[in-house]
């Protein structure tokens, strides 16, 4: 069991070997125990928590806090204009309460059925156009031509972003995912809060039927929502609604490529999808440091005492694949009987997105699957390049082709 070092003798487990196979470092740590007092890359110090139950157990335990206040000196994290950080993720109950319980009026199943044609329609229309690249090419990237613009043309919808500015609005969102350099992210966070405020005030002018004039409309005991959590939740919903879906869908078609069996099952009964979307979600959540939590009093996981002031990492990847927990974890199966999994969360901050993110995943991979059915990978795979930010795992680029 580890037990508390002091900050210059912490192991860096996130080495740039990592980034190809992240699930191997979490397999030699869990060896070690289920708790790491760790070094991310950017230097702060955390506890890595690898262990299903112990994360499951964090992501509910009120004494973990969302709230940066009790974050202390070690965490480094995202820096953000307060209007834009005063977001759902980063409130604890009560003002959480109220805040979400004044979203969800705007985020209802009705209104997320109504997406339901859009995303189609996105689909199909990314496909026509990664049809068209594919025979002039005879290859073409699964993130740049579909993964990417499907999540960011349905988050362009719920704010109804005007048409003539959504590919400087996508473009800043892509910057401030993967940031070129510290002064990209300044300039694209800028564009974004200006752009949310401008999009705010306009939407108030003259609502429509996006979410944000939902938004603007939902009151509660008179409560409403002020100017800055409009804008923050505004943001929020971008980057959490493009970020971890892009990345499951082009990591998600990856690994039904590697698994010709499953893929052809899949294709021969398309009713197969959903639950083929539940075990992609379980087997490459991208989530693997960016759960993060602060305690308010100290917390003892797994036999160590986290005191306050110190960041908790939930890891809900390496949750994912703990033999604790699954039977023969590192298999990918869709005919699995036991789909439950962590990847969207779990308790008060529970995803808002979810239902709209399986809409997305299972349309965007129904589309793939059933469109392209010679599609095959288009470099040798220990040639992927992958990401190197260890808060999400994720595919810089996937070239595929068509064989006959
Ligand atoms: C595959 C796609 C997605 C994954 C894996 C995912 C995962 C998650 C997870 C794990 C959380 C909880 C974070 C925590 O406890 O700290 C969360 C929260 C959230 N997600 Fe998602 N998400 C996805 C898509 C979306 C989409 C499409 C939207 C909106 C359009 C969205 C909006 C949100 C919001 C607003 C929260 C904060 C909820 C709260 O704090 O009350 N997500 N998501």
């Known amino acids: 069991m580890n037990q508390p070092s002091s900050d210059q003798s912490l192991p860096q487990p996130f080495d740039r070997d990592h980034f190809a196979d992240p699930y191997a470092t979490y397999e030699r740590l869990r060896k070690e125990g289920s708790v790491h007092h760790i070094r991310l890359p950017d230097g702060s110090p955390v506890w890595l928590v690898l262990g299903e139950a112990y994360v499951r157990a964090g992501l509910t335990d009120p004494r973990l806090s969302v709230n940066k206040a009790y974050a202390g000196n070690g965490y480094k994290g995202f820096s953000l204009p307060p209007a834009l950080d005063a977001n759902l993720l980063n409130i604890d109950p009560d003002d959480h309460l109220r805040l979400r319980r004044l979203v969800s009026k705007a985020f209802t199943p009705r209104y997320v059925d109504g997406m339901r044609q859009r995303i189609e329609s996105a689909a199909g229309r990314l496909a026509d156009r990664f049809a068209e690249r594919l025979a002039a090419d005879g290859s073409a990237d699964v993130v740049a031509a579909f993964a990417n613009p499907l999540p960011l043309t349905l988050i362009g919808d719920l704010l109804a972003v005007p048409e003539p500015d959504r590919q400087a609005f996508s473009d800043r969102v892509n910057t401030m995912l993967d ?175 979810a239902a709209l993110a399986r809409m997305q995943l299972q349309t965007a991979l129904g589309t793939l699957v059933h469109r392209f059915p010679g599609l095959s990978l288009d470099c040798p795979a220990d040639q992927l390049a992958w990401r190197t930010s260890f808060r999400s795992h994720a595919l810089k680029r996937l070239p595929v082709r068509l064989v006959s």
Do not use: K, W
């Open 179 to 353: 940031p070129g350099s510290s002064g990209e992210l300044v300039e694209a966070i800028q564009y974004i809060h200006r752009f949310l405020l401008d999009l705010v005030a306009a939407r108030r002018a003259l609502p429509g039927d996006d979410l944000l004039s939902e938004l603007i409309a939902a009151r509660d005991e008179g409560d409403r929502l002020s100017e800055d959590e409009l804008v923050s939740l505004a943001f929020l919903t971008l980057m959490a609604g493009s970020e971890n879906t892009q990345h499951v869908i082009s990591a998600g078609l990856l690994v039904l490529l590697n698994h010709p069996g499953q893929l052809a099952a899949l294709r021969a009964d398309p009713d197969l999808l959903p639950q083929a979307v539940e075990e992609l979600l379980r087997y490459i959540n991208p989530n693997q440091t960016a759960i993060r939590r602060f305690p308010t009093e100290p917390v003892d996981i797994g036999g160590v005492t986290i005191p306050v002031g110190d960041t908790v990492l939930l890891c809900l990847a390496a949750a994912h694949r703990d033999p604790a927990r699954y039977e023969d974890p590192d298999r990918f199966d869709i005919h699995r009987a036991d789909t439950a999994h962590l990847a969207l969360g779990q308790g008060m901050h529970y995803c808002l997105g």
